[in-house]
């Protein structure tokens, strides 16, 4: 286990849903992330936040709705989402403090398998 | 734009052979690059980290080696095993930093009995 914990593993939703995905780090860092990993596609980077500042918003659509309510929670709302958004959603946390400061390992969640109809 | 290629696909090899995977990148101004261990239905674990002013990095039965300035990496598993199926993934970090990796698909790897 990586200290980051991802809730649900799993998600089937209709285009008129509102869900929310929970991202946990037990590591006590500073900086945390979202990711999209489509098949087939490399994973791309949706958010980054640190210390519970938005410091990335890698043109998300705006279906997709970031909170991060503190440094060990972060939290994905999704709203009127599409087929094609169906991917594996991932999490992943790093000590820095800074966005912009020196690069650091990445700690990831298992993610969550998200299924839109 | 940066621009992260990983070869082959795919890769099925014995038990006990030693396999190379191949990463290669389009701008060589990068801050580190990282190989990463994706299982299926799992996260990515981190395997190996190489600086920009490294040239390899080594755990265990992993060898990673960065050559900057023609813009590719090499993960080396020796003796491989059944149990290092997995996706092997490629990320770069750009000389700005930020922590920003862009990661290449992957290479899925099987070693069989």
């Known amino acids: 286990e990586t200290g980051v914990t991802q809730t649900p593993r799993h998600l089937v939703m209709g285009m008129t849903n509102k869900k929310s995905l929970k991202c946990e780090q037990h590591l006590g860092h500073n900086a945390m992330y979202w990711y999209k990993q489509s098949a087939k596609k490399p994973l791309e980077l949706m958010f980054v936040?640190?210390?519970?500042?938005?410091?990335e918003n890698n043109s998300v659509p705006s279906r997709f709705s970031p909170e991060c309510p503190n440094s060990s929670h972060l939290f994905l709302h999704l709203h009127t989402l599409q087929p094609e958004d169906s991917a594996l959603y991932l999490c992943a946390s790093s000590p820095a403090k800074l966005a912009g400061g020196p690069a650091d390992t990445q700690y990831f969640g298992p993610g969550t398998r998200l299924t839109v109809l | 734009k940066q621009e992260v290629t990983q070869i082959p696909a795919a890769l099925s090899v014995p038990e006990g052979e030693n396999l190379v995977l191949n990463c290669s990148f389009t701008d060589s101004a990068i801050y580190n690059l990282q190989w990463f261990r994706q299982d299926p239905g799992k996260g990515l674990t981190s395997l190996l980290l190489i600086q920009s002013s490294q040239r390899e990095q080594t755990s265990g039965r992993l060898n990673a080696s960065l050559d900057k300035s023609s813009g590719r990496s090499t993960l080396y598993i020796a003796a491989s095993q059944p149990g290092d199926s997995a996706t092997y993934l490629c990320a770069v970090t750009g000389a700005g930093g930020g922590n920003k990796l862009t990661f290449g698909t992957g290479t899925q790897l099987k070693v069989e009995l």
């Open positions: 936040y640190s210390l519970e500042e938005r410091v």
